[in-house]
C-alpha cells in the first residue's frame, strides 16, 4: 500500500473556498432582498398583518391567528404569500381588521362588537389560562401582545395585611380564578420622515370583559374590540430601527456574561495547549531523539528496542473497517463545518435581522443543498483513496448522513403539529418543495461533487510516511479507561465546558422569545470549540498509540464528536430546569429537533477530530526514520 492521506490538498481547498464564496455571495443577495425598504405618503394605508398565537412558555406550539374568535376583516381573511424559510418558521401572515394609515393618529376606533358564545368564551379562557400571545407585524416590524390576564382572587384578610407588608397570609385554601380579556390595543409608532422606525404596543387593563363564566341568564357575553394609534416623529434612522430588538442583548450585564463566557474558553485552551506543549512534545522530543539514534547506531537491533507508538508504525495507517460510512461522515462533517462557517458570516454581515428567522432557515436549506457538491467531493476523493469499492453507495451514505435523522424526526413532529392544528406543520406544497430541492439540486450536487474527487490524480493515491505491513498486529489487551467509551466522556467534557455558558443564550434565543444578535461573540465561541476539540482529540489519539492501539481512525472521530452528547444531555436540565416548556408538541419538537442538531454537531467535530488526529499522526511518523 503506498503512502499518505491527500485528502484535497490546494485544489480542493480552493474549490471548496471559492464555492463556500459563491454561496455566501448568492444567499446575501437573496435574503437581504427580502427587508422591508418602503416609503410612505401621510394617510397612505401601511401594511399590518395578523401572524400567529400559542402559549408563551412553548414557542413552537403556534396556531393561526383566527384560530382564536378575534374580529376578522369584512371582506375576508386573506393570506400574505410566504418564503420557504418563514414557512418553516410557521409564519401565517394573514390580514387584519387594523387599519393604520401613515401619520394618522386615532384617538379611539372600535373595530367591532361581539357577542361571545360559550364555545367562544371557553378559546378565550384557555387562551388567557395558558398565557397566549399573539405576533403583529407593522411595515414589517414584529409587535407581541397578550391575549389576556389571569387573577386570582384573594380573601379580605389576605389582601389587607398584604396591602400593608405587615404579615404574610397563613391562608393556602383555594382562591377563585377570574379571567379577563383584553378588548383595547394602543399603537406607538415612530417615524423619521417617510419611513416607520418602531412600534410598540400596549393594552389598556381598563377596558376588559370578564370571560370567567357564561352569564348566569344564559345571555351572550359581550365584547367591543378596539385600538388607539399615536405617532412620534424620531431622529433614528431607516437603518438603525432594527437596534431596539438588539439592546437587551447589549445590556452591560449580559455583555459582562458573554465575555466571561470567551474569557472562560480561552483559558481552557491555553490550559490544554500547555498540557500539549510541557508533557506531550516532551516526550516526543524524547521519542524522537531515542529512536533516530538506535536507528543510526544499531539498526539490526531495532525492532527489539522499539515501544509505544512507534511499534505501531507498520498498522497507524491501516484502513478502518467500514470505509464507505466513514468516508460519508468525513464527507458530512466538512460539509456542514462549511455551512456553519458560511451562516456566521452572512449573520455578521448583518444579512440576518432580529426576530425573522425565516431568512435564516432560508439561508440554511440553500446553503446546505449548494454545498453538498463539497461533502460529495471529499467523501469521494477518500473512499477512492482507501480503496473503496462502492462509491455510489458512498454518496448516498453522504447524503443520508444528514437528512435521514431529520426526516425521521420531521415525520413525527410533523403529524403531532397536524393532530395538533398548529402552524408548525409543514403544508404538503412546502414538503414538496423541499423533496424537490434535495432532490434536484443537492443530490445531483453530491454525484458530481463524488465524481470530481474521484477522478482527480491527488485521490488516486493513499500516500503515508510508513508502508502498511500486510498481517495485522494483535492489540494488547487494554485496561478499562483506555477503551472507547471512558476516552468518549473525557474529549466530550473539556470542549463542552468550553461552551455551556455561551450554550444557555442560543437555548433561550432558539427555544425562547430573546434574540440573539452578538454573532461576533458566537463565532469566537465556534473557533476555540474547534480548537478545543482538535487539541484534546491529538492528545488521546498520542495515548491510544501509545499503548500500540492503532485503531485510532473510528476513535478520533468518536472522541472529537463526543461534545454532542454532552449538549443533548444538557437539552434535558434545560428543558426541566431552565423552561416552562410542557406539552407533547412542544416536548417532541424540542428533544426531536435538538436531536438532529446534535447529530450534525457530532459530524461536524466528529471530521474536525479526525483531521486534527490524521495531521499529528503524519508529524510524528514523518518526523522519524520508520522503514
Known amino acids: 500500500m503506498s ?3 491527500k485528502l484535497p490538498k490546494t485544489p480542493g481547498r480552493a474549490m471548496a473556498m471559492g464555492i463556500a464564496v459563491v454561496t455566501l455571495a448568492l444567499l446575501s443577495v437573496c ?4 427587508k422591508g425598504n418602503q416609503k410612505y405618503k401621510v394617510h397612505e394605508d401601511v401594511p ?27 371582506d375576508g381573511a386573506k393570506y400574505k404569500p410566504e418564503s420557504l424559510g418563514e414557512v418553516v418558521d410557521a409564519n401565517r401572515l394573514v390580514s387584519s381588521v387594523y387599519n393604520i394609515p401613515f401619520r394618522t393618529d386615532i384617538e379611539y376606533e372600535v373595530i367591532c362588537s361581539e357577542e361571545l358564545t360559550p364555545k367562544q368564551l371557553k378559546k378565550f379562557r384557555n387562551a388567557v389560562a395558558r398565557d397566549y400571545y399573539f405576533q403583529l407585524f407593522y411595515d414589517g416590524l414584529p409587535i407581541w401582545g397578550f391575549v389576556g390576564k389571569m387573577e386570582k382572587e384573594k380573601d379580605n384578610i389576605h389582601a389587607e395585611f398584604e396591602d400593608l407588608h405587615l404579615v404574610e397570609s397563613k391562608y393556602n385554601g383555594p382562591r377563585m380564578e377570574h379571567y379577563f380579556l383584553f378588548t383595547h390595543l394602543h399603537f406607538d409608532i415612530l417615524y423619521n420622515d417617510d419611513r416607520v422606525i418602531e412600534v410598540s404596543l400596549s393594552t389598556d387593563p381598563t377596558q376588559v370583559v370578564d370571560i370567567t363564566e357564561s352569564n348566569v341568564d344564559g345571555s351572550l357575553t359581550k365584547a367591543e374590540f378596539s385600538f388607539s394609534v399615536k405617532w412620534r416623529s424620531t431622529k433614528i434612522e431607516f437603518e438603525d430601527r432594527m437596534l431596539k430588538y438588539r439592546r437587551y442583548q447589549f445590556l452591560p450585564q449580559h455583555l459582562e456574561i458573554h465575555w466571561f463566557s470567551i474569557i472562560n474558553s480561552l483559558i481552557t485552551v491555553l490550559l490544554l495547549v500547555a498540557f500539549l506543549a510541557t508533557i506531550l512534545l516532551k516526550i ?16 539490526e537491533d531495532y525492532e527489539e528496542d522499539e515501544t509505544g507508538w512507534k511499534l505501531v508504525h507498520g498498522d497507524v495507517f491501516r484502513f478502518p473497517k467500514n470505509k464507505s460510512l466513514f468516508s460519508a461522515f468525513i464527507g458530512a462533517g466538512t460539509q456542514i463545518y462549511v455551512v456553519v462557517i458560511i451562516i456566521f458570516m452572512l449573520a455578521m454581515l448583518d444579512v440576518f435581522y432580529p426576530y425573522n428567522r425565516g431568512a435564516f432557515y432560508t439561508a440554511a436549506i440553500f446553503a ?9 467531493y471529499v467523501s469521494g476523493s477518500l473512499n477512492r483513496q482507501m480503496e473503496g469499492e462502492r462509491w455510489a453507495g458512498t454518496m448516498v451514505l453522504t447524503m443520508l448522513c444528514i437528512v435521514a435523522p431529520f426526516i425521521l424526526v420531521f415525520c413525527f413532529n410533523n403529524s403531532v403539529a397536524w393532530a395538533y392544528g398548529s402552524t408548525a406543520a409543514f403544508p404538503f406544497g412546502t414538503i414538496m418543495i423541499i423533496v424537490a430541492i434535495w432532490l434536484f439540486v443537492a443530490f ?13 490524480e491527488s485521490s488516486a493515491e493513499f500516500d503515508a510516511p510508513c508502508r502498511t505491513n500486510k498481517y495485522e498486529r494483535e492489540i494488547p489487551t487494554l485496561p478499562w479507561y483506555r477503551t472507547t467509551v471512558p476516552q468518549m466522556i473525557i474529549a466530550g467534557f473539556l470542549p463542552f465546558s468550553a461552551i455551556y455558558i455561551e450554550l444557555y443564550y442560543v437555548f433561550a434565543s432558539v427555544w425562547g422569545h430573546k434574540m440573539y444578535t452578538v454573532f461576533s461573540i458566537l463565532f469566537i465561541v ?58 407533547l408538541l412542544q416536548t417532541s419538537f424540542f428533544f426531536g429537533y435538538m436531536f438532529c442538531v446534535c447529530w450534525v454537531f457530532f459530524l461536524m467535530l466528529g471530521a474536525v477530530g479526525w483531521r486534527a488526529s490524521l495531521w499529528f ?6 518526523a522519524i526514520k520508520a522503514e
Open 3 to 5: 503512502g499518505a492521506l
Open 31 to 34: 435574503v437581504s432582498a427580502g
Open 48 to 74: 399590518l398583518f395578523a401572524n400567529k398565537v400559542g402559549p408563551f412558555n412553548n414557542p413552537s406550539e403556534t396556531y393561526q391567528y383566527y384560530s382564536l374568535p378575534f374580529c376578522k376583516p369584512k
Open 284 to 299: 516526543l522530543r524524547k521519542d524522537f531523539a531515542r529512536y533516530n539514534t538506535v536507528m543510526q547506531e544499531e539498526e
Open 368 to 376: 446546505l443543498c449548494l454545498t453538498s457538491i463539497i461533502g460529495g
Open 444 to 456: 445531483p450536487l453530491t454525484l458530481l461533487g463524488g465524481i470530481i474527487g474521484k477522478n482527480r
Open 526 to 583: 465556534f473557533l476555540i470549540l474547534t480548537l478545543v476539540t482538535g487539541f484534546i482529540t491529538i492528545a488521546l489519539t498520542y495515548f491510544q498509540l501509545s499503548v500500540e492501539d492503532h485503531r485510532w481512525w473510528w476513535r478520533s472521530v468518536l472522541c472529537g464528536g463526543s461534545t454532542a452528547a454532552f449538549i443533548y444531555s444538557y437539552c434535558f436540565y434545560y428543558f426541566h430546569a431552565r423552561s416552562e416548556m410542557d406539552g
Open 617 to 622: 499522526i503524519r508529524k510524528i511518523y514523518r
